[in-house]
């Protein structure tokens, strides 16, 4: 087997390349370190060891012998590992050495550049590295060396000379000294000078300042300093994003949640994904697969889920019993998930909850067409739990109904370290009454976050009667429409 030594990236985990990922996926073992984004462990296999050796400045360490030695080891075992390092391995983040370790044991090895922080941190907070007339080159510099105490190899008289940008990476600890260095070495002290603090995040903070004035700001590890003309530039994008700095959690089961903290972190947002509901199998599967059978004999499917559409269909026999079986969905995100399927639904109702789809439904019959039996039958596969607005509506106006459990929710276990993280959130969203439910009984009400956002009336009426104060409900009651609504709340 092979030990990968794979960048991860400055710490968006959307820069993590093709290659990164593939290996990631395929892993025995993941090694990782403070500067990876943790959420790249999930994209590991879900039995795969995953070993942390994170380096914290003033904290506890592992020793770069011990990593090696652990690579070693491992690839040794036959296992494939997946060496994860913050930045590119081999710029200043000692991939060389673990290299060089594994080649003199005779363990296969393969380097997967990533992305460095030299160049995207400062491209996150607007600053380019280079720039036509102004910059035309740049170095990089380990501020892990201390200028003050004369030790290392870096030439600082060198690099002041040079011109263009210097970008100097592992220096916050060090700003003063280094810049009282390059001043001493011939650079001026009104030099443009900037430090991007835990670049690419949505923690990201940018400082700006000049060569003689920087270290007064205190820059924090981890932090990029970019020094030069380039550093007065402020072509901020990242930070200018409608979400940007707001810790949110996502409540949604899996697969769904990776959605929704996707778009919230396409905006800015840090999204913290704490499930709170799973779906299995219902209680007797025997109902749902004689109603897949049959489905031809009904005049109506009704979804009210995706997971609902995706429970019936793993049932349905073959899709051509469809063929006469008007299909209606309660939402956009229903409607999606038959789409998926090929199927496009008859009938999607202007508002997404039970009683707009009830109204629809029954718009959809004219007085002359009810026979003596009503207006047709209905089949309804849905969770086993839910509310009973639209069967009993669709049964008082006529309709054959049939409810048929096509999923159960269910509550995982709380998450130890959930609490830890709940602390420093500012938003909690809830797409359903079930993960409000749920998530105060697993964790209790008083450690809610102080903005709870939900998806719609339903949800928040449940989220009120459990003691929650509703500061956000999205007017479409859909992830979007959810995501629109938080951007509204935070930029009036």
Aim: a negative charge.
């Amino acid at each position: 087997m092979t030990v990968y030594l794979v960048g991860a990236g400055p710490g968006d985990p959307a820069l993590l390349t093709l290659r990164g990922a593939e290996v990631l996926a395929g892993a025995d073992v993941v090694v990782y370190d403070r500067l990876s984004v943790t959420s790249l462990l999930d994209l590991a296999p879900a039995d795969a060891e995953r070993i942390s050796v994170g380096k914290q400045p003033g904290g506890p360490r592992t020793s770069q012998d011990d990593i090696n030695a652990l690579l070693v080891a491992r690839g040794q075992a036959g296992q494939q590992v997946v060496r994860l390092k913050g930045g590119d391995p081999f710029v200043f983040a000692r991939g060389g050495e673990e290299a060089a370790a594994l080649a003199a044991a005779g363990v296969a090895f393969e380097v997967v550049p990533g992305i460095t922080s030299a160049v995207a941190v400062p491209a996150y907070a607007g600053i380019p590295v280079t720039m036509r007339y102004s910059s035309t080159s740049f170095t990089v510099v380990t501020g892990h060396e201390d200028p003050a105490k004369g030790e290392g190899s870096v030439n600082w008289e060198a690099v002041a000379a040079l011109g263009g940008t210097v970008v100097v990476l592992m220096g916050a600890a060090r700003c003063r000294p280094i810049c009282d260095r390059l001043v001493a070495a011939g650079m001026a002290p009104d030099t443009p000078a900037a430090a991007v603090q835990w670049g690419t995040r949505p923690s990201q903070r940018t400082l700006r300042a000049t060569l003689a004035t920087l270290a007064d700001l205190d820059p924090q590890p981890p932090a990029t300093i970019v020094i030069g003309e380039v550093a007065a530039a402020d072509l901020a994008w990242y930070e200018n994003r409608p979400l940007f700095g707001h810790r949110i959690v996502v409540t949604r089961a899996q697969p769904q949640a990776a959605g929704l903290a996707a778009e919230l972190r396409r905006r800015g947002a840090e999204a913290i994904e704490l499930p709170v509901i799973a779906f299995e199998p219902p209680e007797d599967l025997d109902r749902l697969e004689k109603a897949a059978a049959e489905v031809g004999t009904y005049d109506w499917l009704v979804l009210t889920s995706p997971t609902g559409v995706a429970r019936f269909f793993e049932q349905l026999p073959d899709a051509r019993s469809l063929g006469g079986v008007k299909v209606a969905a309660i939402g956009p995100g229903t409607a999606a998930a038959l789409a998926e399927r090929n199927v496009v639904a008859d009938l999607v109702p202007e508002q997404y909850v039970a009683e707009a789809l009830l109204e629809a439904l029954s718009d959809e019959v004219e007085p002359d067409e009810v026979g003596p039996e009503g207006p047709g039958r209905v089949l309804i596969p849905r969770a086993e739990t839910a509310r009973d607005v639209l069967p009993d509506g669709l049964a008082a106006a006529g309709w054959d109904v049939d409810v048929v459990p096509a999923y159960r929710t269910v509550a995982p276990a709380p998450d130890p370290a959930a609490a830890a993280l709940l602390a420093d959130a500012e938003v909690i969203t809830f797409t359903s009454s079930s993960t409000v439910t749920n998530f105060v009984d697993s964790y209790g009400a008083d450690i809610v976050p102080e903005v709870v956002a939900t998806i719609g009336p339903i949800t928040s009426q449940t989220a009120r009667s459990r003691g929650l104060e509703v500061a956000v409900e999205a007017s479409e009651h859909t992830v979007d429409g959810l995501v629109s609504a938080l951007e509204d709340f935070f930029t009036r």
